[in-house]
């Protein structure tokens, strides 16, 4: 039996009484109104579930109650009645602001229908959806052990992003635990996958694409076809694949999307690496011998991603590929409004370059201030945080100007972030780089199990800092601490989002191509 309460406003409630009763027969509590001011006065002072409001009523009308009803009870449903299946209703419904609307005559059954429908919706939403993961967590685990191709890995971090994004809207957290279980031996398997096929992609140059690819081959050859239409290139730092997701809806509100193609970052994914390699179409150890004045070590203290607009136009200068550009780099919410103020400016160039760094901030903030900790405990929370800055960021408003003016809009990232909760201990000297992602160094002792250990870097096209440095990846959700003072640090890392090792979160990145609309 239902308990519902039902405000039903009608100038002749009085005649709908048999109505009243076959709802009351089952289990819902109806208040009967017959007009629009005594309405508001019982909305402000009592609690309801839903409001049948009748569209024609004299003094206040339906559309000026159901104006006020949603400004004092925003979240109220609200079922609009009326004789004409006029267009103005259907307005109101699409955009929001009633929940269903019904065509006068309407029988009890009519009535019955549309409540159950309401309340019933997200119980039958929640059911189907759990119904379809369980036959889609078959599938997956088969899968799993199958998986031989980057393409596969990539279709199936996908999909696990879908569900993650799907279950999380559920009141059943024992169907994500499943899933995030799933995942956690997805990363295992991913791990060994990357461990064994990473150098020969590199050797061979025979694998999926990678951030020194990326705009040879999906961004530069959109510019020469297009030499009229300006391109805004966004580059979000760490952003991660179900981030992209969860933005994206808003996004599209300006632009259609024209292709949406998953790529891998390189290693380490890192901000050094992998933006750079993007910028310079270089592999790290080619930038160092290519351009030993734009190429800073590991050891070196200078800011290490101080030249990607020299990376880029010497990039551009090597393929022999003209271009008018400018740079942006956004680290402010003072820079951010300033581009948007300008960005007209920039209408006559091909290419306008943004990078973006606040997703990035947001998860090293997240390792050293207990409020975002709190704010961003887990990738549920993490997205929703994601979502709420994005909403109201200078990132957003960029994008509807760029809409406005008619840029095309690219948007990518140079690496994700993964949720560490494995502490893994090394030991190591002074010279040993800091990330707790990888590790490179001369002296560096470690369990060989739990990391993919590279001893001669170039054979990934990495620079080695000193003679005989070496490269230690963490693998799935284990971070490196040291061994002086281990557990603390282990406890202040632990549940943070790192960058720089091996996981789908970190590598799997989006490449988005659009339209204005």
């Known amino acids: ?82 004789k004409n299946e006029e267009e103005q209703i259907m307005e109101e419904a699409l955009g929001g602001k009633i929940s269903d609307y019904l065509i006068k005559p309407v029988n009890p059954n009519q009535i019955l229908l549309a409540l159950k429908k309401l309340f019933l919706y997200k119980d039958l939403i929640q059911e189907k959806t759990i119904n379809n993961y369980q036959q889609e967590f078959n599938k997956i685990s088969l899968e799993l052990n199958q998986l031989s191709t980057a393409k596969e890995w990539t279709d199936l971090y996908l999909k696990m992003v879908y569900w993650e994004i799907e279950l999380e809207s559920l009141d059943d957290p024992g169907m994500l635990e499943i899933l995030q279980n799933q995942i956690k031996e997805a990363n295992r398997l991913f791990a060994k996958y990357i461990s064994e096929n990473y150098g020969n992609w590199i050797k ?3 694998g999926p694409l990678l951030s020194n690819n990326i705009l040879k081959e999906k961004l530069f050859p959109q510019l020469k076809s297009n030499h009229k239409q300006s391109t805004l290139l966004l580059i979000i730092d760490n952003l991660r694949y179900d981030q992209w997701k969860i933005i994206s809806p808003i996004i599209q509100n300006y632009y259609q999307i024209k292709e949406e193609f998953p790529y891998f970052s390189i290693l380490p994914t890192a901000t050094h690496y992998a933006r750079n390699a993007i910028f310079s179409g270089l592999m790290p150890l080619e930038m160092q011998k290519i351009h030993p004045d734009l190429w800073v070590n590991e050891d070196e203290k200078s800011g290490k991603n101080l030249n990607e607009k020299s990376f880029l136009f010497s990039h551009l200068k090597r393929i022999k590929l003209d271009l008018k550009f400018n740079y942006s780099k956004i680290t402010n919410i003072k820079a951010g409004r300033d581009l948007v103020a300008k960005i007209q400016n920039y209408q006559k160039d091909d290419l306008l370059v943004v990078v973006y760094n ?56 140079d690496h994700g972030t993964v949720n560490v909760d494995k502490a893994i201990e090394v030991i190591g000297t002074k010279e040993t780089s800091s990330n707790l992602r990888y590790k490179t160094g001369q002296s560096i002792s470690y369990n060989k199990k739990e990391v993919l250990e590279i001893i001669d870097p170039t054979e990934l096209k990495l620079p080695s800092p000193q003679i005989n440095s070496k490269f230690i990846f963490a693998k799935e959700q284990g971070y490196f601490v040291y061994q ?32 204005p609309r």
């Not at 003072?485 to 659009?514: C, D, K, L, W």
Request: glycine residues 4%; proline residues 3%; hydrophobic residues 40%.
């Open 204 to 206: 061979n140059n025979n």
């Open 358 to 413: 606040f997703v990035d901030m947001i998860s090293h903030a997240k390792t050293e201030m207990e409020i975002i900790k709190e704010l961003a405990s887990d990738n549920k929370a993490f997205r929703s945080l994601t979502l709420s800055w994005f909403k109201n960021s200078p990132l957003l408003e960029i994008i509807q100007k760029a809409s406005e003016l008619r840029f095309d809009l690219v948007i990518t990232t």
């Open 484 to 515: 002086n003072n281990f557990n603390h640090f282990a406890n202040h890392y632990r549940n943070t989002y790192q960058h720089g090792g091996i996981s789908m979160e970190e590598m799997i990145i989006p490449f988005v191509t659009m339209s």
């Open 1 to 82: 039996m239902s308990s519902e309460k039902i405000l039903w406003v009608d100038d002749e409630i009085d005649l709908l009484k048999s109505h009243s009763l076959f709802l009351e027969k089952r289990g819902y509590k109806v208040v009967p109104c017959n007009n629009g001011q005594d309405a508001l006065n019982l909305i402000r002072t009592s609690s309801f579930d839903v409001v049948l409001l009748d569209e024609n009523m004299p003094g206040i009308n339906g559309i000026e109650t159901l104006n006020e009803i949603k400004s004092i009870n925003p979240n109220v449903p609200v079922i609009m009645i009326t």
